[in-house]
């Protein structure tokens, strides 16, 4: 079955460092791939997203490019802020049954201190 | 704006009393999901209504049960919780044109405590 898989947490950074966060994916059909971010005692939100092979999803300064050739949907970030501290969620949608369902990784949760 | 609520934010039951969360969705949106998700775990898909068509998840107790009586609404029992049933319950919905794959726009979550 498909399945998502996250570089562990937590990443801690300091304000303004370059973030990479590994995501990695198995899927028998064409996925499509997101990011979710949710802050602590929130639900999830939508970060970005793309939909077949070398999209790339950018939003807020974060990026994501779907590469198929490595399985992967790495997210970067130029220079983080302590306001993106919060946990982030890689997430396949791919059909099966009757609707589109999402498979997430486990979460990866970031730190950034001043 | 359009959004995805979910009432209330925070419920208190005790063990084995029926609680009943509720999700509603001004987006029109003809999926509704639930998922379940405890501490530091990813959400986990408990069941969703493909329009009015109910489907649950193979592993999804018989504890818990849902009820969409319109697009807008979709509600969640939990007929007798258990302390391992204490989670965050997120609501979330998509418009699945019945082809390929979409995102899905979650609500806040309602925080469950067992007594």
């Known amino acids: 079955g498909d399945s998502v898989t996250q570089m562990e947490g937590p990443v801690t950074l300091s304000e303004e460092a370059f973030l990479t966060i590994n995501c990695t994916y198995t899927a028998t059909g064409y996925p499509s791939l997101f990011w979710y971010v949710q802050y602590p005692g929130e639900g999830l939100q939508l970060l970005l997203k793309?939909?077949?092979?070398?999209d790339k999803g950018s939003n807020k300064g974060f990026e994501a490019t779907y590469r198929k050739e490595t399985t992967s949907f790495h997210l970067e970030k130029g220079s983080v802020q302590v306001s993106d501290s919060a946990v982030y969620f890689c997430?396949?949608?791919?059909?099966?049954?009757?609707?589109?369902?999402?498979?997430f990784g486990t979460g990866t949760r970031l730190q950034v201190t001043l | 704006d359009a959004m995805v609520i979910q009432n209330p934010r925070y419920q208190v039951t005790q063990f084995g009393k029926p609680v009943t969360l509720s999700c509603s969705q001004t987006?029109?949106?003809?999926?509704m999901y639930w998922y379940q998700q405890k501490s530091s775990q990813a959400p986990k898909l408990l069941f969703h209504y493909y329009d009015k068509d109910f489907n649950n998840e193979a592993d999804t107790p018989d504890n818990f049960q849902s009820r969409r009586p319109n697009t807008s609404f979709c509600f969640l029992d939990i007929r007798s919780p258990g302390l391992g049933d204490a989670a965050m319950y997120l609501c979330a919905t998509s418009r699945d044109r019945g082809l390929g794959s979409y995102e899905q726009y979650f609500g806040p979550g309602t925080r469950l405590t067992v007594t």
């Open positions: 997430a396949l949608s791919d059909r099966t049954g009757t609707a589109s369902k999402l498979t």
């Open positions: 987006l029109n949106h003809n999926v």
């Open positions: 793309a939909t077949k092979a070398d």
